[in-house]
C-alpha cells in the first residue's frame, strides 16, 4: 500500500514540477520507463473498457509503478532510488 501511495504522490510532484526533480531523478525515472516498456512481462488488461498496462510479475500499474521511488523490479532489473536522489 506504500508503493501505491509514493506513487501518486511523487507522480503529482515530479509533473507539476511541485519539487523540481534533479536531473539525476529524471535519468532514474527515464532508466526505468525504459526498461519497464522493454520488458517482456509489462502487460496489458482492459478494465471497465479501458486498457491500463501493468507489470505481470508485481501486478502493479504502469506507468505509475516507475514512480514509487522505494520500490524495486520484482527480478531486479532496476533497483529502489537512492534516498540523496529523491
Ligand atoms: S517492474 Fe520489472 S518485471 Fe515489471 S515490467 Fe518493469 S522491468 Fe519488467
Not at 510479475?57 to 536522489?85: E, G, M, N, R, T
Amino acid at each position: 500500500m506504500r508503493d501505491v501511495t509514493d506513487s501518486i504522490l511523487n507522480r503529482i510532484t515530479y509533473y507539476l514540477e511541485i519539487k523540481k526533480p534533479t536531473p539525476e531523478l529524471q535519468c532514474y525515472i527515464k532508466d526505468r520507463l525504459d526498461t519497464c516498456l522493454g520488458c517482456e512481462h509489462l502487460g496489458e488488461k482492459l478494465f471497465l473498457s479501458k486498457s491500463i498496462n501493468f507489470c505481470g510479475k508485481c501486478k502493479c500499474i504502469f506507468p505509475a509503478l516507475i514512480f514509487s521511488y522505494k520500490k524495486k523490479c520484482p527480478i531486479d532489473k532496476w533497483d529502489a532510488i537512492p534516498d540523496d536522489v529523491t
